[in-house]
């Protein structure tokens, strides 16, 4: 049915503004008028036309939800697996971390543990998967095992116990790093064996520890919270040792070697 009087063009585009504003497709109202000038001049079709103003709404909604996963994230640096120079460790199973970041361990709600002394790139294999968690649109939270503890503990003493528990349990991604490198308070172990117990096959904890696995008894002062937390997380999980040289120490080690022949050249 066609109006009795047709409505004019003007008013037309008036009207389309606001219904995709009304819908806050605010992208696409701003990119109205350009998409329209293009169409005419290309003679697109409708369909092109329509295609071409909604792609761009849809792009500006996914970059926006990435950053605000990005943020929720807490990744502490930009690391990706790119970064990662797999010819300084040969200790890593390149084949094993590429197969991680396929993401396949998310669906299976597996777990990776990172075990190794420092400066080997535990940690940052742990952000390059997360950020790659991230950008396949998972919700992912980084964080230590002390500032676990620590939120734990301050979640208990202000009565938000279960709040902090769910707040743990969320992420389909969560990664807890450092753990060994500082003694848990006397609750902090009990924390963290409830928030592995509780994603346990749920979702995927990335694990990062300078403990080798037989020591961790000892690590958590007690051996029966140890050895249930361990049999969660182990149940399914990729453990990827790294006993290669420390990259820090690499740096450290060029740079003293620079020292040295600087020293010597003058000596000589
Ligand atoms: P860990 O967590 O095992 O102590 P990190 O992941 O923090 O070690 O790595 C220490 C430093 O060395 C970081 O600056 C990291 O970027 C760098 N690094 C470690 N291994 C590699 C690697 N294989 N390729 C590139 N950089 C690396
Ligand atoms: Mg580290």
New binding site residues.
Partial sequence: MSDPVPMSEARRYQQLRAHLSYLKLNDAVEALPRVLDQARAERMSLTTALERLLEIEVEATEARKLASRMRFACLP?P?TLN????A??PG?DEKLIRDLATLRFLDNTSNVL?V??????????AIALARSAVDAGHRVYFTTAAELAAKCHKAAIEGRWSTCMRFFAGPRLLVI?ELGYLPLPGDGASALFQVINQRYLKSSTIL?TNVGIADWAGAFGDATVAAAMLDRLLHRAAVVG?DGPS??MRSHQDHAETLRRGVNARVS
Avoid at 83 to 86: P, Q, V
Avoid at 116 to 125: D, F, I
């Fill in positions: 640096e690391w970064d990662f120079d797999f300084a460790q890593v990172f190794g002394p420092p400066g080997v790139g535990k940690t940052m294999l790093d990062t790294i990259y820090r």
